[in-house]
């Protein structure tokens, strides 16, 4: 990995030093909690994969610290949303120092369309701000077949219920919808002492590998009913919670499902079951 290293064209300020020249104190609208240590964003750049020859969308880079990691291992180029004016500016020395490689688009993220941006080979990596991981996540998962692998920092609360298991405290509609299109496995756990300033909870990095074969979006669709319903009412038996889809208990005999389990039970391949029986009505 050592020999494919790229470092920068000219000398670049520390990540402290590009802090303070711009006053970029993390401001808690934005969700802003930096990563300024080198090693631990080289360690998230490497988590990615092979990043040669590939397109590579960053969300939130603030100073730029993972911005420089991706650079530095290789990625062909790399596209950074920033909302924050301020570290649009920071920015700038990172695209001296790598000329044509890098490109800051100062935008909402949610807004931004990653596949229209970037032409394959697609990856996200991204140290994402808290008050928007998840609702980018459930966006990108729609279209999850764009991408070769999304390797994201979320809350660790939040990194957790999408990696959980069936039957367990933190599996929901996250997980299955995560789990359905990809292989995911959390791969980092960051505590609050690794950011500046330090958020009050720890925080992880999940990888994410989409599956080859992605859902039609009818079936994504009846998908999004069944889960929404089950889910809705979790402490209630599936009977009960999927009355809204109609004839629920002719639903589950469908699908071979018993009708006096609850959501939370249901593998996800159970849950794809319920939604092909429901297209098929």
Known sequence: MEARMQPPLTPLPTLSETVHRHGLAARKALGQHFLLDEALC????????????????????????LTRAL????????????????????????????????????????????VALMPAPRRIVANLPYN????????????AGEFESLTLMFQQEVAERIVAAPDTEGYGRLAVAAQWRCDAHL????????????PKVWSAVVHLVPHAEQPEPELA????????AAFGQRRKMLRGSLKSLGEAEALLAAAG???????ETLAVAEFEALARALLAR
């Open 42 to 65: 080289g360690r998230i750049a490497r988590l990615a994969g092979e990043l040669a020859g590939r397109q590579v969308l960053e969300v939130g880079p603030g100073p730029g610290g």
């Open 257 to 263: 499902i018993e009708p006096t389990r609850r959501a």
């Open 187 to 198: 791969v980092l756990r960051l505590p609050p002492g690794a950011f500046s300033p330090p």
């Open 71 to 114: 650079l530095a291992n290789g990625a062909d180029h790399v596209h950074a949303v920033e909302l924050d004016a301020r570290a649009v500016a920071a920015l700038a020395e990172l695209e001296a120092a790598y000329p044509g490689r890098l490109t800051v688009i100062e935008a909402d993220a949610l807004k931004v369309d990653p």
């Open 132 to 143: 928007v991981g998840s609702p980018l996540l459930i966006g990108w998962l729609a279209r």
């Open 221 to 228: 669709r009846a998908m999004e009913r069944v889960t929404a």
